[in-house]
C-alpha cells in the first residue's frame, strides 16, 4: 500500500493551518532535542516564528542510551508544549514510545513520531494504523529501506495512512560520525513509495558543524523536508547539544535551504 505500484501520486499531508508536507513544498521542522522548560519553549517557538518555521520538534519521552541520562518531561511537558504552540500556530512533532501513550497524546501531538529505537515496534505501530494523526517512521538504526517501508505498510495497513518516512542515518562501521547518514536512501524511497520522505541531518551525522551542509544535501537529493536540532545555548542542552544549531546557525541553514529548494 507504500508502495508507488499501487498508488502513484504522492501522498501531501495537511496538518491545517497552511502547513503541509508532501510533493511541491518543502517541510522544515525544528526544534530541541528535548522538551526542557517553559522558558526553553518559548525562546525556540520564537525563533522559529522569525524564520516562518511552523513545524517543531522535541521530546517529551526520551530514548536514551543510559537509564541515568535525561528521560524527558513527559505528559506534564507535552501539554505545555500543545498549549504554547497551538497559541503561536506551531505544530507539534513528538516522540511516543509505547502503546499506552498514543491515547494520552492523541489530543496534544500534530505528528506522532516513531523512533529509530522503535521502527520495528509492531506492536506500536499497529496502535498508530487506528489513529487519525500522521505518524513520522525514522529509519532503525541498522535498519534497511525495505524495513522501513515494511513499518510504514503496518501503519498503512491498519488504516492509517497520512505517513513520513524519515532517514536518521544507519549504523556503519564508520566511526567519525555518529551516525552514516544515508542519502542514497531519499530518492530510492521516493522512487518506491509515494510518502513524503524528510532527512534528519542532526541524528544522521551528530555533529553540529556538519548538519547544514548534509541538510542541504538532503534537499537537493529530493527530500521534501528536513528536520533538525535547534535550541538557544546547544552546550546546555539536556540531550544531543553536540549535534544541535544555534539559533544564528539555525535562522543561517532556514535560508539556505529555502534557495537550494527553489533549485530544484
Ligand atoms: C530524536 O529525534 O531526538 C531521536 C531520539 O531520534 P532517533 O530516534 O532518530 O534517534
Ligand atoms: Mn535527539
Not at 234 to 263: C, H, I, M, W
Request: aromatic residues 6%; charged residues 25%; glycine residues 10%.
Amino acid at each position: 500500500l507504500v508502495s508507488r505500484k499501487w498508488r502513484v501520486k504522492p501522498t501531501v499531508l495537511d496538518l491545517g493551518d497552511g502547513v503541509t508536507i508532501g510533493e511541491g513544498t518543502l517541510a522544515l521542522c525544528a526544534g530541541p532535542c528535548s522538551i526542557e522548560s517553559e522558558a526553553q519553549m518559548e525562546k525556540v517557538m520564537t525563533h522559529l516564528v522569525e524564520n516562518g518555521v511552523r513545524l517543531m520538534r522535541g521530546g517529551v519521552f526520551k530514548p536514551r542510551s543510559s537509564p541515568y541520562s535525561f528521560r524527558g518531561l513527559g505528559m506534564d511537558g507535552l501539554k505545555l508544549f500543545h498549549q504554547m504552540a497551538c497559541a503561536r500556530g506551531i505544530k507539534i512533532v513528538t516522540e511516543v514510545m509505547q502503546v499506552s501513550q498514543v491515547e494520552e497524546m492523541h489530543d496534544y501531538v500534530d505528528v506522532f513520531q516513531v523512533g529509530a529505537r522503535n521502527t520495528q515496534n509492531f506492536n506500536l505501530l499497529d496502535a498508530l494504523g487506528g489513529v487519525d494523526k500522521p505518524v513520522m517512521i525514522k529509519r532503525g538504526i541498522s535498519g534497511t529501506i525495505e524495513e522501513l517501508l515494511s513499518s510504514a505498510e503496518y501503519v498503512f495497513s491498519g488504516g492509517n495512512e497520512k505517513l513520513i518516512l524519515c532517514e536518521r542515518g544507519i549504523r556503519t562501521f564508520e566511526t567519525a560520525s555518529r551516525n552514516t547518514l544515508d542519502l542514497n536512501a531519499v530518492p530510492i524511497l521516493k522512487e518506491k513509495s509515494h510518502l513524503p520522505v524528510i532527512v534528519d541531518p542532526s541524528h544522521g551525522i551528530g555533529i553540529r558543524d556538519y548538519v547544514p551542509a548534509m541538510a542541504l544535501a538532503g534537499v537537493l537529493a529530493g527530500a521534501d523536508g528536513i528536520v533538525y536540532e535547534t535550541h538557544e545555548t546547544p552546550e546546555t542542552a539536556a540531550s544531543d547539544g553536540q549535534q544541535t544549531l544555534n539559533f544564528d546557525e539555525s535562522a543561517k541553514l532556514v535560508r539556505n535551504l529555502r534557495r537550494v529548494f527553489a533549485l530544484r
